[in-house]
C-alpha cells in the first residue's frame, strides 16, 4: 500500500472542524472519518443554528441535485414535512422538469407556467400583499415605472371595484374616478404603471397572472413542483412568478399547512436571488425561516452566478452550504464567502459525484459523500436520462471507451467538463456493476452503510460483490496514477493510510 507521513495524511484527509453529531435524517458519511453523517436543520438548536435555509452549489455532474432531491424526499417520507419546488431551469422540460419523476412518486402534482393562473389580486392574499405582489410585477418588467405619484395612481386603482384581476386593474389605472386627485391627474400618473402591466395582460406572458382564483396553487398536497423551465431564462416572467409564488407561500400556503416543517426549494437559485423584485421578498423569508416554520433550500452551479453585492449577502444567511466539484477559482470564490479552512477549499476541485464540503453553522465543516439507495438514484439521477435521451441506437452500439461527448476518454482531462467522464454516472450517486475498481470500490470497502439492504455509498453494488483487499487497493492507486488522475490517486493513497491507521495504528 502507499504510505504517507501522518503530517501528509492530516493535510489530505483532516479531521472535521467540530465531531458534533446532528439529529436528522441520514445523508450519508464522512469522507474523512467515516462516520455517518445526518441534518435536520430545524432538528438542530437554534442556539447553533439560527437559519434552517440551505445552500447548494455544485458544477454539471457534482451531484448536487441528486442530493437536494433525495434530503426532500426523506424529509417528507421520515418527518411529514411539505416541499413546494421552483423548478426555473432543469432537465426533462417536455416531462414536467427534473424534479418530475421525485414528485410523481410521492403524490404530488407538478403545475407548469402557462398551464395555471397565479392571481396577485385573490381575495386569499391580504390588501397589503396584492399591492406589493403588484408592485413586484411592476418592477420586474418596468424598474423605473414606479415613481411616487405612479404608487398613488396604483394605490387608487387597487380600490376599483374592478381590480379583482390584473385586467381589471389595468382598466382602473386608464380610466380612474375622480379621488384625492383628478381622474385626469391619475391618468397621467398610471400611465407607465398600466403600460408595464400590460405587458402580463395582452404580451407574451398573457395568462400567467391575469386569470379567476380557480388557478391558485393546492396548498395541502406533500410535495408541489411549480415548473418554468419551458420559460425563456431571460424572460422576466421566472422573477414575477417567483414573486407570486413567495406571497402565496407565506400567506396562503404557511398559514393553511398543517405540516411540522416546509421546504421551499429553488433549482438555479441565482436567477431568483438576482432579481429586485424578489430579493426583498427573499431576505424576509431568509431571516424569518425559524420563526415561520420556513426552510428555503436554493440550489445553482456556481457563485459567479450570484454577481455580487444583494445577492452574496443573502447567500450568507442561509447557515447551511453544501459545496460540490467546482473549478479551482471558484472553488477560492466558495471557501472565502463562506468562510471554508483552506484544507476544504482546496478539496473543492477534486470532489467525486456525490462527495461534497458541507458547513454546517459558524463552525462545523465535513466532506461527506451522500448514500443513496436504488430507489433513490432512480428518482433523483438526471444526468442518466439526459445522457439516454441524447444516445442514439447506432451511438450506443459503438460507445465503448468514449465519454458523453462522443469523445474518446483518455482519463487524464481534469477540468470541469470532463472530470469525471471516467466514471459511471456525471450528475451524483447511481447504480453501478459489481467488480468496481478505483476510488469507488475502496470507498465502498471503507465504509459500511448505516442499513446495508438499502443504503450504500455513492454506487449500489450486491451484497455478494468480493471486497478489495489490499493489493486491489493498492493497484488502484497505481493504476489511476498511471492514467495521469492524480488526484485520484492522492485520495485513494490518502484513505488507504487512514484504512492502514485504524487497523495497525500510527
Request: charged share 25%.
Amino acid at each position: 500500500m502507499i504510505r504517507l507521513t501522518t503530517t501528509a495524511a492530516a493535510v489530505t484527509a483532516p479531521l472535521p472542524a467540530s465531531a458534533a453529531a446532528f439529529p436528522g435524517i441520514r445523508i450519508g458519511r464522512s469522507e474523512v472519518d467515516g462516520r455517518p453523517f445526518h441534518l435536520s436543520p430545524v432538528q438542530v438548536p437554534v442556539e447553533l443554528l439560527p437559519s434552517t435555509s440551505s445552500l447548494a452549489f455544485g458544477g454539471l455532474g457534482s451531484g448536487k441535485s441528486a442530493t437536494a432531491k433525495a434530503r426532500i424526499r426523506r424529509e417528507i417520507l421520515e418527518r411529514g414535512h411539505q416541499a413546494v419546488v421552483v423548478d426555473s431551469f432543469g432537465e426533462d422540460a417536455a416531462t414536467g422538469g427534473e424534479w418530475a419523476p421525485l414528485v410523481r412518486s410521492l403524490g404530488g402534482q407538478i403545475i407548469r407556467a402557462g398551464d395555471f393562473t397565479l392571481n396577485p389580486l385573490s381575495e386569499l392574499l391580504p390588501p397589503q400583499v396584492r399591492e406589493q405582489l403588484v408592485r413586484s410585477l411592476i418592477l420586474s418588467v418596468e424598474p423605473a415605472a414606479l415613481t411616487p405619484h405612479s404608487t398613488h395612481a396604483l394605490q387608487h386603482a387597487l380600490t376599483h371595484p374592478k381590480a379583482t384581476t390584473l385586467t381589471g386593474l389595468v382598466d382602473a389605472l386608464i380610466s380612474p374616478e375622480d379621488g384625492r386627485w383628478s381622474a385626469e391627474r391619475l391618468t397621467a400618473w398610471g400611465e407607465h404603471a398600466a403600460i408595464a402591466l400590460s405587458r402580463y395582460t395582452e404580451g407574451s406572458m398573457r395568462g400567467l397572472f391575469d386569470g379567476p382564483d380557480a388557478g391558485l396553487p393546492p396548498a395541502d398536497l406533500p410535495i408541489l413542483s411549480l415548473d418554468f423551465t419551458a420559460l425563456d431564462r431571460s424572460s422576466p416572467a421566472i422573477p414575477s412568478l417567483m414573486a407570486a409564488v413567495a406571497c402565496w407561500a407565506e400567506h396562503v400556503w404557511l398559514p393553511q399547512s398543517t405540516a411540522p416543517h416546509r421546504h421551499l426549494v429553488l433549482e438555479e437559485a441565482w436567477e431568483i436571488l438576482l432579481s429586485p423584485a424578489t430579493a426583498g421578498l427573499m431576505q424576509r423569508l431568509l431571516k424569518n425561516s425559524r420563526k415561520a416554520g420556513l426552510s428555503l433550500d436554493c440550489v445553482m452551479h456556481t457563485l459567479s452566478d450570484l454577481g455580487s453585492g444583494q445577492a452574496r449577502d443573502l447567500a450568507r444567511l442561509c447557515e447551511v452550504a453544501y459545496v460540490g466539484r467546482l473549478g479551482p477559482e471558484e472553488a477560492e470564490a466558495v471557501g472565502a464567502l463562506l468562510g471554508l479552512p483552506a484544507w476544504a477549499t482546496s478539496r473543492i476541485s477534486t470532489l467525486l459525484p456525490g462527495q461534497a464540503v458541507w458547513k454546517v453553522g459558524p463552525s462545523y465543516v465535513d466532506i461527506v459523500h451522500t448514500v443513496l439507495n436504488e430507489e433513490e438514484a432512480a428518482l433523483t439521477d438526471t444526468s442518466t436520462r439526459r445522457r439516454a435521451a441524447q444516445r442514439t441506437p447506432d451511438a450506443d452500439d459503438d460507445d465503448h471507451g468514449q465519454d458523453d461527448h462522443g469523445q474518446e476518454d483518455d482519463g487524464g482531462q481534469d477540468d470541469d467538463r470532463h472530470r469525471p467522464q471516467d466514471r459511471d454516472d456525471e450528475e451524483g450517486p447511481a447504480s453501478g456493476p459489481s467488480g468496481r475498481t478505483g476510488l469507488d470500490a475502496l470507498l465502498a470497502y471503507d465504509q459500511e452503510p448505516d442499513d446495508p439492504d438499502t443504503a450504500r455509498p455513492h454506487h449500489s453494488e450486491p451484497a455478494t460483490a468480493p471486497v478489495p483487499t489490499m493489493d486491489s487497493q493498492h493497484q488502484a492507486a497505481i493504476d489511476a496514477a498511471r492514467a495521469g488522475r492524480l488526484s485520484e490517486a492522492a485520495d485513494l493513497a490518502a484513505l488507504g493510510e487512514r484504512a492502514d491507521i485504524r487497523a495497525y495504528g500510527i
